[in-house]
């Protein structure tokens, strides 16, 4: 494994940014989930201005479900002061795993990885310094979750992940993955199959004593579903009313939602 240091900051982070979202329709029936309005703009505007505001620069969006949609939005990212490139997953779906071993070429040896659908308020240079100092190839931000915010699936202990699975949880899996990982490209490289999910990954690095934990206090939001999605309203309007940011008028919404999809929508999640 080639030498780290703190000179590697800032990295390249991905966004997962290709699901379905079929939990979210109607919403997502012709709008992809990372620009269904939050606080009256696309989600996506969000992250990217949180990840700007910690430091980043450059950003891969890993698109697949209404890709078009997406790179309509956010461009070449000049608008939130990030150089913003996009990584597609083709005519098949590739799966989280697939999506970023794809965009391995734009990433880099070492890099962060992110879902689009999550809003973290952890800060992101220490999570990396960790991943700088722990000598394994992948970390994973872990959240004691206690089953209240989804099934914990994680066996944190001594600094590592001793076991990770969405499928067969155990009473000793008190935390949960809170959806940021820094990891080496060759975690990936070799991996056979093409289309795979990212907990194939975790697994497997767990059982092989390879996966490093860091704990974060700060609970997660995602807009997965409508509940999270509620959540996730009241959360990004607290921290931008906590900044001092005026909320942006709900009217303006995605490139090419039909008329009409989000009628009220501000309503209900408030």
Sequence with gaps: MPARSATDWPPRLAILAGGLATRLRPLTAGTPKSLIPVVGEPFLAHQLRRLRGQGL???VLCCGHLADQIEAFA??????????????????PLG?????????PLLGRRFLVMYGDSWLSEPIQPVWNAF?????????????????WGASNVEFRGGRVVSYSKENPTAAMRHIDYGMEAMEA?????????????????SALADYSLLA???TRERFYEIGSLFGL????????SSLARAGVAARSAKRLCPGSPPGSFDGLEGALL
Aim: glycine residues 10%.
């Design 57 to 59: 620069r450059e950003v």
């Design 75 to 92: 461009g070449d990212g000049s608008r939130f002061g990030l150089k913003v490139i996009y990584s597609h997953d083709g005519d098949q």
């Design 96 to 104: 989280t795993g697939g999506a970023i071993r794809a965009a391995l």
């Design 132 to 148: 700088v100092a722990c000598g394994k190839p992948v970390l994973m931000t872990l959240f004691q979750n206690r089953n209240r």
């Design 186 to 202: 060759s975690v990936l490289e070799y991996w056979i199959r093409q289309s795979f999910d990212l907990s194939e990954v975790w």
């Design 213 to 215: 934990g860091y704990e």
């Design 230 to 237: 509620r959540e996730t309203e009241r959360a990004v309007a």
